[in-house]
């Protein structure tokens, strides 16, 4: 019994790993924004990995607003829940509450059963430059971040990936500062986030969604922070919509 249930374990996980060596798109950050991208990409046939360097994905979207685990959409997003069937109450006007608890699970849900291959615990420390293009993410133990441990990183290769770490806008970050290089934006330098300003934090993000570099995408607040534009706070629609819209942005890029 002890062996089946090691050796279970083990087959399995490096099967799983072994057959993501190569994937259509590397999603680093396993928050809103990527796993709204992980579902609507692998829902299309296309092979999907979400990196998260924490023990559950879900990002920003699990305590609410300082742990009141209650979130806020508005109108536009709605058909998104409604295809994920995620429940929600109308609140005032065109905003509407959502179970923090209950959308987060949702989205984890529907993007593995859509197919995307989650590798929790798992950092993204690099990216793979090839040609001048972003060709693959570069992955250790989050762990062994943590603990600043000397070991060597493993490699996946991918034709796009996204960057949807959050505020942080680690991959970009990354990449501008290892490799000297010009991103789409208005100084061709990680622009940084703005403070707190919510309509307009919500339009930006998801213009901002875009392909910041060859082969590198944004989503989500890393859009904003990349760009250079506000925060937001507990409201989570700009975060799906840009989910959506950056799945759409590399689906076509990839069927071309
Ligand atoms: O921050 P996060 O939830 O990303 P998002 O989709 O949503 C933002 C909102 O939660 C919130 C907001 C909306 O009102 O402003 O902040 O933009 O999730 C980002 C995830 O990326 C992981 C991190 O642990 C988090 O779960 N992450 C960050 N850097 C790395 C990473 C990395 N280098 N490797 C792997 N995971």
């Known amino acids: 019994m002890e062996q089946i249930v090691s050796v279970g374990i083990v087959d399995s996980y490096f099967k799983k790993l072994k057959e993501n060596l190569t994937v259509d798109v590397a999603i680093v950050g ?6 709204v991208a992980a579902y609507y990409l692998a829902r299309q046939g296309f092979k999907v990995s979400v990196y998260e360097r924490k023990l559950a994905p879900g990002g920003g979207m699990w305590g609410g607003a300082m742990m009141f685990n209650e979130i806020v959409i508005q109108k536009e997003a709605l058909p998104i829940l409604d295809e994920l069937n995620i429940s929600y109450k109308h609140y005032d006007k065109d905003y509407y509450t959502l179970d ?3 959308a987060t ?3 984890i849900y529907h993007a593995t059963q859509a197919g ?3 590798f929790n615990c798992t950092s993204v420390e690099d990216v793979v430059f090839l040609d001048n293009k972003v060709s693959g993410v570069v992955l250790n133990w989050a762990p062994v971040h943590r603990e600043k441990m000397h070991v060597d990183p493993l490699v996946i290769m991918a034709k796009a990936v996204i960057d ?8 970009a970050r990354i990449l501008e500062r290892k490799n000297n290089i010009q991103l789409l934006t208005a100084s061709g330098k990680v622009e940084g986030e703005r403070s707190l300003s919510i309509d307009e934090a919500e339009r930006t993000t998801i213009e ?3 392909e910041i570099y060859p082969g590198l995408y944004v989503s989500g607040m890393a859009s904003n922070g990349v760009s250079g534009g506000f925060r937001m706070g507990p409201i989570f629609g700009g975060m799906l919509l840009s989910g959506k819209k950056v799945a759409n942005l590399i689906a076509d890029n990839l069927n071309k």
Do not use: E, R, W
């Open 164 to 171: 949807g770490t959050g505020h942080d806008c680690d991959i």
């Open 208 to 210: 901002n969604t875009k």
């Open 100 to 102: 923090s608890v209950h």
């Open 116 to 118: 995307a291959t989650f």
């Open 105 to 107: 699970s949702a989205l």
């Open 30 to 35: 396993g928050g809103p924004s990527g796993m």
